[in-house]
């Protein structure tokens, strides 16, 4: 059940990113082109079918359409009234790096014993076991 889950999960997401980033035109343009080609290779051959398919007065109704969908798609992508219609920029500042020094007066480092077993106790041998 939690591999059905992550598949589904997985490939709503990969759909949701195919349309959002307009590639079901794409796929609409593969499958014209690919019965154009294969209407004219049924009756030219191959190099002057692929030149026919892929030449601009070889189009047929569905890359108009896929061109006009794709214009209209992109012509739609406007700013809200009201919304200020310019670029946004982000500019990172990074914040100076903080000084850590110990002070020269200091009596002790952090490499003296005593420093690092202060106020701990030993630890109890043998060492306790986890429960499993």
């Known amino acids: 059940m939690r591999l059905v889950r992550r598949r589904?999960?997985?490939?709503?997401?990969?759909?949701?990113?195919?349309?959002?980033?307009?590639?079901?035109w794409d796929l609409v343009q593969t499958f014209a082109l690919g019965r154009m080609f294969a209407a004219n290779a049924s009756t030219m051959p191959l190099l002057a079918a692929a030149e026919r398919t892929l030449s601009p007065e070889g189009r047929c109704a569905i890359c108009a359409a896929v061109t006009a969908a794709k214009q209209q798609e992109g012509n739609s992508a406007t700013v809200p009234a009201g919304k200020a219609g310019g670029k946004i920029f982000l500019l990172y500042q990074p914040a100076a790096a903080p000084v850590v020094a110990a002070p020269v007066f200091s009596p002790w480092s952090l490499s003296d014993p005593f420093v690092t077993t202060a106020g701990r106790a030993a630890p109890p041998l043998p060492p306790p076991r986890a429960l499993a």
Not at 11 to 17: E, Q, R
């Open 8 to 24: 589904l999960s997985l490939l709503l997401t990969l759909a949701a990113w195919l349309l959002a980033t307009g590639s079901q």
